[in-house]
């Protein structure tokens, strides 16, 4: 399988949270909206956290310095930990929001305590929205546990883990169960994602060239990725996938391989595009939806690639 080069993909992306629905959500067309497991509840509010101590660690070579304990007063409401402010030899002020939704602040050396309590002020707005999103983005993609009646999902269809001490692989699929050996519950999502991946391997190819003798498009090459924020991407040397997408409804995973091959005809995003990817799927706006909707819960998983 030919693996395309990242840096070569084009801004011909599938992007997972593009724009906001455009419909609101109604009642569920049959076709697309399998049973997805409902999302776990929302977390519990943080806990006020313990005033810790002002923490000076150890910089190596003295280039960096580390501070944890750090509280922000950002409104009459709102006291903001940071969870590191990390000085060193930059110029500008800089905040990052970790994928674990944490605050992280960078400063120059000798940046006041004073300055960087007024910096967040005034990105007030922005880092609230950012780690509210975060913080809803781990909520919905979190690990599942490996355990007797979870229920993963294979081509859209729930597929509930028992435990199975019979002959054969540690993890097979029986009819509509998924079979793992109680010893190997420690390590039975790194065997459940090999599954998936494999089963991946061997059913985009068969859809990309079912779909490309339609269209007449010739696909390129055909890759897999491990990719959380992209469905699939389109370039020069050819077409990739996540492998994720096999959890979803083959309606889906073929909207996304019509997608990306129209893709090889039209680079952008223009009403020509959309009127080939029609052509060959007319419903292709309820798919689309349903990936919008559905598709964070794919990524529960993590990559084995
Ligand atoms: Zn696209």
């Not at 950002?74 to 000085?87: F, H, T």
């Not at 492998?243 to 409804?249: E, G, K, V």
């Amino acid at each position: 399988m030919k693996r395309v080069a990242k840096e070569k993909d084009r801004t011909t992306n599938l992007p997972l949270f593009p724009e906001p629905l455009e419909v609101p959500i109604s009642t569920p067309s049959p076709v697309f909206s399998p049973p997805f497991p409902p999302l776990p509840p929302p977390p519990l509010p943080p806990l006020p956290l313990p005033k810790l101590p002002w923490v000076r660690q150890p910089s190596p070579k003295g280039r960096v310095q580390v501070k944890q304990g750090w509280t922000v007063h950002l409104n009459k409401k709102v006291d903001l930990p940071i969870a590191e402010v990390r000085y060193s030899k930059r110029r500008t002020l800089a905040l990052v929001i970790t994928r674990d939704a944490r605050l992280l602040v960078r400063a120059p050396m000798r940046t006041t305590r004073a300055a960087i309590d007024a910096f967040l002020r005034a990105k007030a707005h922005w880092v609230l929205a950012g780690l509210a999103q975060m913080g809803e983005r781990n909520r919905r993609a979190q690990a599942p546990v490996m355990r007797e009646g979870t229920v993963f999902f294979f081509l859209g269809k729930p597929v509930p883990l028992v435990w199975s001490s019979g002959p054969g692989l540690p993890l097979r699929l029986d009819e509509s169960r998924f079979l793992l050996r109680p010893e190997r519950a420690s390590d039975g999502q790194a065997l459940l994602q090999r599954w998936y991946l494999n089963q991946a391997k061997t059913l985009f190819p068969m859809r990309v060239q079912l779909y490309a003798a339609q269209m007449r498009i010739d696909p390129g090459g055909i890759a897999l990725s491990k990719a959380r924020t992209r469905w699939g991407s389109c370039s020069r040397q050819g077409v990739r996938f996540s492998w994720r997408l096999i959890q979803a409804p083959l309606e889906i995973i073929d909207y996304v391989v019509v997608h990306e091959l129209a893709h090889r005809q039209v680079a952008n995003h223009s009403s020509r595009f959309w009127a080939l990817v029609a052509s060959f799927l007319p419903d292709w706006r309820a798919r689309r939806r349903w990936l919008k909707e559905k598709g964070a819960s794919l990524f529960s998983l993590e990559a084995p690639l």
